[in-house]
């Protein structure tokens, strides 16, 4: 949606609902559900009608007033606003522990997020296969990920190679990045990072128990 002063900035917290939006409209119509109303939405949501439809206002007019929004129309608009209606060409550098967990993650093939390189330092990795995707040897990382047209990047590495890691995806031609170390990377703008921490998120949960009268669960 354009504004007076250019394209509407969209937030983090719309950009995530919209993500269970989509997940929730993915379920119902698997069940053969045709059509929801925005407060039944918000209801499978934990947000309020008036937010779900602030966010859909985002991007253009949904639904119809007393007949709620088709449920398996409303699905495919959010893939197309969320770009979910492709597939995606995806490098994962680090086969550890996390990467290997990563490569066998078959939500990610079903949305259209297909690992097609996977990248280590290691001597006894390079040449494998993991799940079915061939470890090539991070030195050539930058050349591999520009022939290859590397959308996305995954960072699963130690901390200390994690920027090194970042800096060859830049120069590959890789626009987003999901970084699972623990570090604050920088990248160019245009270059879009994303963080992966589950001790934090865990650590949150610690502190949510803790202090339940402190935390918000919108």
């Known amino acids: 949606m354009m504004t007076a002063d250019g394209p509407q900035r969209i937030s983090d917290s719309t950009v995530h609902r919209l993500s269970k939006y989509y997940r929730t409209l993915t379920y119902l119509s698997e069940r053969g559900i045709k059509t929801i109303s925005s407060e039944a939405l918000a209801q499978h949501n934990g947000v309020t009608a008036a937010q779900v439809r602030k966010d859909f206002s985002c991007f253009g007019t949904f639904g119809r007033r007393g007949l709620g929004y088709n449920v398996l129309e409303l699905q495919r608009n959010i893939a197309r606003i969320m770009g979910l209606q492709r597939k995606w060409s995806v490098a994962l550098v680090g086969v550890g522990n996390v990467g290997r967990a990563l490569l066998d993650y078959d939500q990610f093939r079903i949305q ?3 690992i097609t390189m996977a990248f280590d330092s290691d001597p006894a990795k390079i040449g494998r296969e993991f799940h079915k995707v061939f470890v090539r040897d991070v030195f050539n ?5 520009r022939a290859g047209q590397v959308e996305i990047g995954v960072v699963a ?5 994690a920027q ?3 800096d060859k995806l830049v120069l590959g031609g890789v626009k987003g990045i999901l970084n699972f170390a623990p570090i604050n990377l920088k990248a160019p703008p245009g270059v879009f990072i994303r963080y992966e921490n589950m001790a934090i998120e865990i650590e949150a949960l610690a502190f949510a128990i803790t202090n339940p009268e402190l935390v918000r669960n919108d």
Do not use: R
């Open 141 to 145: 990382l930058e050349n591999d990920a």
């Open 164 to 166: 090194a890691v970042v």
């Open 157 to 161: 590495v130690p901390v200390v190679a």
């Open 112 to 114: 259209g997020f297909q």
